[in-house]
């Protein structure tokens, strides 16, 4: 599976305001801590190999990094793996050594 790592675009440090601190989506706050877990949080509950991967600190308006994950059932990490090193690879522009 491939998805993105958060659904919300990261915040600037400056903008953190504690672990209680809420955002607004969709007209309403809703806490930015369970927002940013949310999409991670499944891999882990089903006890299943992810890996979390950068695609561009360049690929928005305020290059803030983005990140995808990806996730295989049990067993397949070195599969895993290695499909991540080729996203890597095609992603950033270069061989991994």
Same mark, same amino acid.
């Given at each position: 599976?491939?998805?993105?790592?958060?659904?919300?675009?990261?915040?600037?440090?400056?903008?953190?305001?504690?672990?209680?601190?809420?955002?607004?989506?969709?007209? +309403?706050?809703? =806490?930015?801590?369970?927002?940013?877990? #949310?999409?991670?949080? $499944? /891999?882990?509950?089903?006890?299943?190999?992810?890996?979390?991967?950068?695609?561009?600190?360049?690929?928005?308006?305020?290059?803030?990094?983005?990140?995808? +994950?990806?996730? =295989?059932?049990?067993?397949?990490?070195? #599969?895993?793996?290695? $499909? /991540?090193?080729?996203?890597?690879?095609?992603?950033?522009?270069?061989?991994?050594?």
């Amino acid at each position: 599976m491939l998805y993105p790592t958060s659904p919300i675009m990261p915040s600037k440090i400056e903008e953190i305001h504690g672990p209680d601190w809420t955002i607004e989506m969709k007209g +309403e706050r809703v =806490s930015q801590y369970m927002l940013s877990a #949310k999409n991670v949080d $499944v /891999a882990s509950a089903a006890n299943l190999p992810a890996i979390t991967l950068p695609t561009s600190s360049m690929s928005n308006k305020d290059n803030m990094p983005i990140g995808m +994950e990806l996730a =295989s059932i049990t067993g397949y990490d070195r #599969k895993l793996i290695a $499909v /991540a090193r080729s996203l890597e690879n095609i992603i950033l522009g270069h061989e991994h050594k």
